[in-house]
């Protein structure tokens, strides 16, 4: 049962730390899962080093939904441009990663000038669109690999 939980703890990591990129994929909270398989597999970890990144978890899951739309409508975004930014950001799923980054970009334009804003105007929103995405992705990111440290650390530490 051990390299079963092990084997999907390094599974869920890995998964996890893609799903910060790939849209669809709950990175975070796969790479706290693959925490609590090793949790599983031989109770590495205290209890409240579980709770507090089980905490730190569920506020970036918050955080993901509300920073890009934060930073969107600092730079001006309207809610037409948020809305085209997440059909663009979709669309764009195709060219990854790239591409996502221009659909972000080009989705918000267009929505923002459908809204009536100059072209100036929805570029600026464009732009901080993809910033507070960008920004959003980063702390997935920095989340996710410090999760997948510990899941990979305790796999190494317990066999050696």
Excluded at 10 to 24: D, E, N, Q, S, T
Excluded at 83 to 92: D, K, N, Q
């Amino acid at each position: 049962m051990e390299i079963f939980l092990i084997v999907l703890a390094v599974i869920f990591a890995l998964v996890g730390l893609a799903g910060c990129i790939v849209p669809g994929l709950p990175g975070p909270p796969l790479n706290f899962i693959s925490l609590l398989f090793i949790q599983g597999a031989f109770a590495p970890f205290e209890t409240s080093f579980l709770v507090i990144w089980g905490i730190v978890t569920v506020l970036l899951i918050i955080l993901d939904y509300y920073v890009p739309i934060w930073v969107s409508k600092k730079f001006g975004a309207t809610r037409q441009g948020i809305i085209g930014s997440i059909i663009g950001l979709v669309i764009g799923i195709i060219f990854t990663p790239i591409g996502m980054i221009a659909g972000l970009i080009i989705g918000a334009i267009v929505g923002d000038m459908v809204a009536g804003k100059s072209l100036h105007h929805a570029l600026r929103s464009g732009f901080g669109s993809a910033l507070g995405t960008l920004f959003s992705t980063g702390f997935k990111l920095i989340v996710s690999g410090v999760l997948t440290y510990y899941t990979i650390k305790e796999i190494i530490v317990h066999y050696t």
